[in-house]
């Protein structure tokens, strides 16, 4: 079994492993957080498992993620897309994730939307996803276990449908460009490891803000706390999201 994440700031990837580890402890992981993901497409058999999780931007699968997916292909191959949202909402997702595999060879046999601690707004979802969590993604994990038993032995599994629009909701993006402060002892580390190359690896303080899809992982990674974004316009928007992020939303299972 492969497990694939897109995790900038990690959340994605602790739920993707949580789900993962309980099908297959000795799975394979590929991360599609860096320009240098999958280099050598990879081409799975009907009888391998992918998993793919990847973080809700906007209501919608970040387009560089899908784009680094499609050098995975598979031949009817049993595929669980996951998506990991930071308690707002996933809107429309996990159905474009499912149809992308889809479209690549890989048949949904089951579907995940779960929750982890909003890279950005980080007052909303904290510390998730945690123990009550690790909890019913473990019991999805024995279900998904019994639906991939029955498809090994011969069983065709019936379509899966998971909730979103198929007019995708528009993603432009959001206003937030994390920049670097005069604590910047230019060592790189952000520029290494910033999905999109939007900091130059020879002038780490600096952003390329036309290809900078605020992922916020430069901030995450920095040793020496250097990046920021504007706290003004994180405090608008914490103010601006309370209604729709504050109440705790559970992890959903479509098989
Ligand atoms: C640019 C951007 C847009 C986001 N949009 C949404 C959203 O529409 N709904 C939501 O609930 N969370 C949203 N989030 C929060 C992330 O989906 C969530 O924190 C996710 O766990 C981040 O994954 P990571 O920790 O692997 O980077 C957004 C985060 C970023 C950076």
Redesign the pocket.
Same mark, same amino acid.
């Given at each position: 079994m492969y497990i694939a994440?897109?995790?900038?700031?990690? $959340?994605?990837?602790?739920?993707a492993e949580i789900i993962g580890r309980a099908l297959d402890p000795q799975a394979t992981e590929i991360d599609l957080s860096t320009p240098k993901s999958v280099a050598t497409p990879l081409d799975l058999s009907h009888d391998e498992v992918l998993l793919v999780a990847i973080?809700?931007? $906007? $209501?919608?699968v970040?387009a560089i993620a899908l784009e680094r997916l499609k050098r995975i292909t598979g031949h009817d191959t049993p595929a669980i897309p996951v998506v990991?949202?930071?308690?707002?909402?996933?809107?429309d997702?996990l159905l474009e994730l499912k149809t992308a595999l889809e479209a690549t060879g890989f048949r949904s046999i089951a579907g995940v939307a779960c #929750?982890?601690?909003?890279? #950005?707004?980080r007052v909303?979802?904290t510390g998730r996803p945690d123990e009550a969590d690790k909890h019913l993604l473990t019991q999805f994990a024995a279900r998904i276990a019994d639906k991939l038993d029955a498809v090994k032995s011969g069983t065709v599994p019936a379509p899966i449908e998971v909730k979103g629009n198929p007019q995708y909701k528009p993603y432009n $993006?959001?206003p937030?460009k994390p920049h670097a402060s005069r604590a910047c002892n230019r060592c790189g580390t952000c520029a290494a490891l910033c999905p999109v190359g939007a900091i130059p690896l020879d002038n780490p303080s600096k952003t390329d803000t036309s290809k900078c #899809?605020?992922?916020?992982?430069c901030i995450?990674v920095c040793p020496q706390q250097a990046r920021k974004v504007s706290k003004l316009k994180v405090a608008l928007s914490i103010r601006m999201l309370k209604k729709a992020?504050e109440s705790r939303k559970e992890p959903e299972l479509f098989i």
């Open positions: 994440h897109f995790s900038p700031t990690g $959340g994605t990837r602790r739920a973080p809700v931007y $906007g $209501g919608r970040p990991v949202y930071g308690n707002r909402d996933y809107d997702a #929750i982890a601690e909003h890279s #950005i707004m909303y979802a $993006g959001v937030l #899809i605020s992922c916020m992982r995450a992020c």
